[in-house]
């Protein structure tokens, strides 16, 4: 009978999400390792992207033949659609 008169106590736990002060720590850490690691390579950024202009100019013209072909297939699902809607009304 003793158990029917005991209180069971919760307690929360601490949560493991970081708090702001904790990412504005590691935010701060990371933009001055960033920056010190950017100054120390500058001489040796321009030396990396002098043999790069061909294939970056390539790239591009990838990426605008991609969206201008998903751009073309929107057109014409969109088109189809109003084409059947139009068809089903007359």
Known sequence: MDKQNEVLVLTEKESQKPTFKEAVKYGVATAVVASSMQAANA???????????????AGKALIITLFTAGA???????????????????
Request: hydrophobic share 45%.
């Open 43 to 57: 001489a040796e950024i321009t030396k990396i992207g002098e043999g790069l202009t061909g294939e970056i100019d």
């Open 72 to 90: 073309i297939l929107l057109g014409i699902f969109a088109g189809w659609r109003y084409l059947k809607r139009g068809a089903n009304s007359a």
